[in-house]
């Protein structure tokens, strides 16, 4: 498994215990992103303890990591891909689907989530040799769905859901990436 992608100013790496107060302090608590998210922030150390033992347990199982800044390694967000099974049910299927990408309100809007989005599909396509990427955000996360179609991917179906620690329904649009498309992009 690959455990480690540098940027030019993230590193996407897997967590460790030293992670604790960043994630909790620039993530886990911040409310203004909980909208936009299936998880809830974290009210006690405790909690914060707790999601990152789960964090870790999950980066040991798939591609999943900690956005750090790279001058200074602090964790400022989660980027993660997995594989999903084809249309037959299959694995492996060279068919990966974002498992989750966000960054503490602090970070957005400084061209990070491009940086970002850019390391998860040179991992899915030139890594992991995947055919098709797939790139799920809400509806009413316009910010999100303008990142991943400013990197390529269009959109191709719409898919509601339920978040379990609220109640809210949500219908997530989900965007798609060939990896025909990616290398065309690239070049």
């Not at 200074?72 to 099974?85: K, L, N, Q, T, Y």
């Not at 503490?104 to 055919?131: D, H, I, S, T």
């Not at 959109?155 to 498309?181: I, N």
């Amino acid at each position: 498994m690959i455990e480690r992608l540098e940027g030019e100013r993230v590193i996407l790496r897997k967590g460790r215990p030293d992670d604790l107060d960043a994630m909790w302090h620039n993530v886990w608590t911040d409310h203004s992103i909980e909208k936009n998210v299936l998880w809830k922030v974290v009210s006690s150390r405790e909690e914060a303890e707790e999601r990152l033992k789960g964090n870790m347990e999950m980066q040991s199982r798939i591609p999943a990591y900690f956005v750090c800044l790279k001058d200074s390694d602090e964790a400022i967000g989660f980027a993660a891909v997995r594989e999903v099974p084809d249309e037959e049910g299959g694995l492996p299927s060279g068919i990966y689907e974002d498992a989750g990408l966000g960054f503490a309100a602090a970070y957005q809007g400084k061209g990070l989530g491009k940086e970002v989005l850019g390391l998860l599909m040179k991992l899915v396509f030139e890594e992991l040799k995947g055919q098709k990427f797939y790139y799920g955000c809400f509806t009413e996360n316009v910010r999100s769905a303008r990142l991943c179609k400013s990197m390529g991917f269009h959109y191709v179906y719409s898919k509601g859901g339920t978040r379990k620690w609220d109640g809210y329904e949500y219908v997530s649009d989900y965007h798609l990436l060939t990896s025909e498309e990616y290398f065309s992009i690239k070049g």
